[in-house]
């Protein structure tokens, strides 16, 4: 089984940032995919930013210039720095590691964005 456990959130005011941590344990191996998704009350999960075992980074246009993804394959930690923070991206932000159909999910953890 594979566990990711989030860290990192919290409360900020607007312009200010955060850094998420998700620590990976069990049967994972740096071929997964690792991302970063988010759900606001009354909306759909969404992805914010992705990164693929080789590197490659994929960003939400929400988070593009703000938001940087990036993944320790020696620790297996995925990490979530966000800057510039708004309002609109309070949220729980979930981590997520993927490897074909192969899923997993972390259980959030809060950011609030206000002032």
């Known amino acids: 089984q594979v566990q990711l456990v989030e860290s990192g959130g919290g409360l900020v005011q607007p312009g200010g940032s955060l850094s998420l941590s998700c620590a990976a344990s069990g049967n994972i191996y740096s071929t997964y995919a690792m991302g970063w998704y988010r759900q606001a009350p009354g909306k759909e999960r969404e992805l914010v930013a992705a990164i693929s075992s080789g590197g490659v980074t994929n960003y939400a246009d929400s988070a593009k210039g703000r938001f940087t993804i990036s993944r320790d394959n020696a620790k297996n930690t995925v990490y979530l720095q966000m800057n510039s923070l708004k309002p609109e991206d309070t949220a729980v932000y979930y981590c997520?590691?993927?490897?074909?159909?192969?899923?997993?999910w972390g259980q959030g953890t809060q950011v609030t964005v206000s002032s």
């Open positions: 997520n590691a993927k490897y074909s159909v192969i899923i997993y």
